[in-house]
């Protein structure tokens, strides 16, 4: 059973930007693909970013490419989210999720542990 914790969320500007964090512990964190969703009120859980087990292979929504990036480190267990370019719509809780198999998917229902989540609030 694997678990993980997710911080870094906060308050900040339109333009500013915030490094979210998921440490992850219980299982072997270099088998996982990893993904970060976010979820605004009264909306789905969507996809963000994913990432493959040893970084080689990034992905990304296209409403975020070109301004989040997604890295791990296994050393640490851990995989960060860094958001550059913050928007009022970025506005969401985040979560980080894992999933075992070799492929990142987009899709909510393919990952199979999930954390608490992280609030990202961008004032404009």
């Known amino acids: 059973q694997v678990q993980l914790v997710e911080s870094g969320g906060g308050l900040v500007q339109a333009g500013g930007s915030l490094r979210l964090s998921c440490a992850a512990s219980?299982?072997?964190?270099?088998?996982?693909?990893m993904g970060w969703f976010r979820q605004a009120p009264g909306k789905e859980r969507e996809f963000v970013a994913g990432i493959n087990k040893n970084s080689g292979i990034q992905y990304y929504a296209d409403s975020v490419k070109g301004r989040f990036t997604i890295s791990r480190d296994n050393a640490k267990s851990t995989v960060y989210l860094q958001m550059n370019s913050l928007k009022p719509e970025d506005t969401a809780v985040y979560y980080c999720?894992?999933?075992?198999?070799?492929?990142?998917?987009?899709?909510?229902?393919?990952?199979?542990?999930w954390g608490q989540g992280t609030q990202v609030t961008v004032s404009s």
């Open positions: 219980g299982g072997t964190f270099n088998s996982y693909p």
């Open positions: 999720a894992a999933r075992g198999g070799t492929v990142v998917y987009k899709s909510v229902s393919n990952y199979d542990y």
